[in-house]
């Protein structure tokens, strides 16, 4: 089956690079001053350069078969965008380090996990993999635009960081999507390796959390617990109805339309 790729007008997918500008002045708890919510977005943090490998490589399985030109243009980009991805995080994950956080000992881990997916689970399986860890990572995305109550939590210097990576996920969000769908990969090869997905990495992603906060001496207080909770209870309320679009037939990533804040994206000072 051949689909054509798509992309809404307006949009495009433009890899940039990004610098930090003062990287020292990010504070060991940059989410909220929150000890919990902080560990967790740091698990993601170092999950993200091998596992933006590991997307990038189970694209380029496939690149060659793209006749299309103007794809195969979307699908550079898309690799372009994530490998910047990776060395951006890589910065910032080092910065954490210096706080304190064993994050080389779960660099390895991480590392690990996503060595053993791209050997041991076939391809296609490892691109539907990328579909749907695409799919978190723009509803991820699409919540970061849309609740200024959560990004306001968010230290600026990491915001900065946090929004760019943001907006280029909402700009490749439906590139592997497509791609799945141009080598013949259907609704059971998405739900299945959606399945595959959440067994092989959600323990991994336990694991690493668990261990961070449980070594982290300093104390957790009931004022962050509360306020965890009350993040939590927005983000599952503005995520749920997203992840569950996913397991229906006829989705696609631009049936949530996102271009709105790309508009406001490119608007910014922050991009210049
Ligand atoms: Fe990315
Ligand atoms: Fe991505």
């Known amino acids: 089956m051949t689909a054509q790729p798509t992309l809404p007008k307006g949009i495009e997918i433009v890899p940039r690079k990004f610098s930090f500008r003062d990287l020292d002045s990010v504070p060991k708890y940059w989410f909220g001053g929150n000890?919990?919510?902080?560990?967790?977005?740091?698990?993601?943090?170092?999950?993200?350069p091998p596992g933006e490998r590991f997307f990038i490589q189970s694209v380029r399985n496939y690149a060659d078969r793209v006749e299309d030109p103007e794809f195969a243009k979307l699908v550079?980009?898309?690799?372009?965008?994530?490998?910047?991805?990776?060395?951006?995080?890589h910065d910032f994950n080092r910065h954490f380090a210096s706080h304190g956080i064993g994050v080389e000992r779960e660099e390895a881990y991480a590392a690990r996990v996503m060595e053993r997916a791209a050997r041991w689970l076939p391809k296609k399986i490892q691109l539907g993999i990328t579909v749907f860890f695409e799919h978190l990572t723009a509803t991820g995305a699409h919540m970061l635009f849309a609740a200024p109550e959560i990004a306001r939590e968010i230290h600026p210097e990491a915001l900065r960081f946090w929004r760019w990576h943001?907006?280029?996920?909402?700009?490749?969000?439906?590139?592997?999507?497509?791609?799945?769908?141009?080598?013949?990969?259907?609704?059971v090869t998405r739900m299945v390796s959606a399945l595959i997905g959440i067994l092989w990495f959600a323990p991994a992603?336990?694991?690493?959390?668990?261990?961070?906060i449980r070594e982290d001496p300093v104390p957790a207080t009931d004022e962050m617990r509360a306020q965890a909770k009350a993040i939590d209870a927005?983000?599952?309320?503005?995520?749920?109805?997203?992840?569950?679009?996913?397991?229906?037939?006829?989705?696609?990533?631009w049936q949530q339309r996102d271009e709105a804040f790309l508009a406001e994206f490119y608007a910014s000072p922050e991009i210049a």
């Open 234 to 253: 927005l983000a599952r309320k503005l995520q749920t109805p997203l992840l569950l679009a996913y397991f229906k037939p006829s989705f696609h990533p």
């Open 35 to 48: 000890k919990g919510i902080t560990h967790l977005e740091n698990t993601f943090s170092i999950l993200i």
């Open 166 to 187: 943001a907006a280029e996920e909402l700009e490749h969000k439906a590139v592997a999507f497509d791609l799945l769908r141009q080598v013949g990969g259907g609704y």
């Open 205 to 212: 992603f336990a694991i690493m959390a668990r261990r961070m």
């Open 76 to 89: 550079q980009a898309f690799i372009q965008q994530e490998g910047h991805h990776t060395r951006a995080h």
